[in-house]
């Protein structure tokens, strides 16, 4: 019988709602813990309450802790499969943190919940379920970083919540889930074409992330131009465009040597160097701004930071992106 790590981290899935007051709280001890007899004859289970925190207060150092503690397991052979339970306000931040960080083939599965263990129609236990069994399938080797919810498989890089509260929130946009489980069964139509893997030991690089909208000026911008920022991340409007009002503060940035990586604030598609105006992206890119394919701005600023945490870049940033 295989080994899953489980590595609770709280969030709603750990969470009870007050029948009365409809309030939801963290519990003392992870509800789940009390339901591992559920998998006596599936798997050896390695359970541990590892965080209790409400997603919003994951960040970065706390990811990396994460990943530590998962690295050590895979150089000691611990398990065959690695469980995390999280809040999902950012949990697809922490799962696509693991996928740039951790090199291993094992299965490891990010999941959560939408309602907390004790609501009608809670979806906690069944989401754990559904992501236990995708860490026991060997067809989900080899496939990074996964996050199970709501019967879909979706890969840590693309997925995002789409939803304050349906429990169907986790979305991959423009290319869609890339597996399902039905009635326990694992099934997977696509894979990513290639992985990326960092060597990070630190992870304390100031990278901010600035949405665009209609009428921006360059306020924000001079904001975070200072000599402690490391990178900055614009979700840019429609395939990579900003108002003219921001490009004087843009090129002070960039000036400044802080790097600017950019995506579009658009849910679907990708950001394009296409439109050759003042503040087109043709204009941008070659002004020095990296375009980022497919990444969502929150995604793409994890990956800016993990890149800049590497004790050496092997190629120019841009080539990251
Ligand atoms: N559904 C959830 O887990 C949301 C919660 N606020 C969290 O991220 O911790």
Do not use: C
């Not at 890089?157 to 423009?174: E, L, M």
């Not at 394919?293 to 080539?319: F, H, M, N, Y």
């Amino acid at each position: 019988m295989k080994t899953i790590l489980v590595l609770h981290t709280g969030g709603t899935i750990s969470m009870s709602e007050d029948q009365t007051t409809g309030k939801v709280s963290p519990t003392s001890e992870n509800p789940l813990k009390k339901r591992g007899h559920l998998f006596d004859n599936v798997a050896n289970m390695i359970v541990e309450d590892f965080f209790h925190l409400p997603s919003p207060h994951m960040t970065p150092d706390k990811m990396l802790i994460l990943k530590n503690r998962i690295e050590q397991a895979i150089a000691a052979h611990e398990a065959d499969g690695v469980v995390i339970t999280h809040g999902t306000d950012t949990l697809e931040e922490t799962a696509y943190f693991l996928d740039l960080t951790l090199e291993t083939s094992i299965p490891i599965v990010v999941t959560g919940a939408m309602r907390s263990i004790n609501e009608v129609g809670s979806d906690g236990l069944y989401n754990f379920q559904s992501a236990i069994w995708v860490a026991l399938a060997e067809e989900a080797k080899e496939k990074g970083v996964l996050v199970v919810m709501n019967d879909e498989i979706h890969t840590a890089r693309y997925v995002t919540k789409t939803h304050t509260s349906n429990v169907a929130t986790f979305r991959t946009p423009t290319f869609g889930p890339i597996g399902l489980i039905s009635k326990n069964k694992v099934l997977f139509f696509q894979k990513l074409i290639e992985e990326e893997i960092y060597s990070i030991n630190t992870v304390n690089k100031k990278v901010y992330l600035l949405k665009v909208y209609a009428g921006m000026d360059g306020t924000l911008f001079d904001a975070v131009n200072q000599p402690t920022t490391d990178g900055l991340v614009i979700e840019a409007l429609g395939a990579g465009n900003l108002p003219p009002a921001t490009l004087p503060a843009l090129k002070r940035v960039l000036a400044n040597n802080i790097p600017v990586v950019l995506v579009s604030r658009s849910f679907n598609g990708i950001a394009q160097d296409v439109y050759d105006y003042m503040g087109g992206g043709k204009q941008l890119k070659e002004d020095g701004v990296i375009f980022a394919t497919g990444l969502s701005g929150p995604k793409a600023r994890i990956k800016l930071q993990v890149v800049l945490s590497q004790a050496t870049l092997t190629r120019s940033l841009e080539d990251y992106f």
